[in-house]
């Protein structure tokens, strides 16, 4: 179950990342999808290693946001996620700033970063293509919980909420058609156009 929704996330959020970048009229679509499919690759491995401590780990981040993910994961295992997608994404012959974006995208609030530049942009870009994800494998009664946040990053990079609204609508769609294909049951979709836009601005 648990690297069921690992691998549902990791597919929501390489799903969403090129269609996000189409949306604001960047160029590099192609090469999103790859970086959506990598940036958090080490959440993958680690769940396929210690698949139970990992779930543990997963569950009491959920529970208590205020701890890092990070954190969690350097008590358990002397590691971090963020450590071996860097690796891996080093092996996989990407550019050096898209293995700089992914590393860094989240906690791309509290970087210094001019906004509108193109580190502030793809970072970004890569945080709510993650906050997508993480509502498309979230249970339903904790979507709306989640919401906020997504709008702030779209927010900061141009998105109106009816926008916003209709390219998650979107990302959902395309993520349950990978379903079938994965051979993993990756739960109900979100149905974003369902949440009044009054709670959310």
Known sequence: ?????????VVA?????????AAIHRSESEEAFRVGLLARVGELVLAELFPEQYAEILERHRQEPSHRLVDLEQQAFAITHEAVTASMLLDCGLPEDCIESAKLFEGCEEQSLEKGSDPFVTRHLLALADRIADVCVAPQAEWRRLMPRLFQLGTHLGFDAPGLIAICDRI?????????TLEVDIGPMPHFEDVPVEEIE
């Open 13 to 21: 959020r390489a799903v969403g990342l090129p269609l996000l970048t």
């Open 1 to 9: 179950i648990l690297c069921g929704i690992v691998v549902g996330h």
């Open 172 to 180: 959902a769609h395309e993520w349950r058609e990978w379903g079938p």
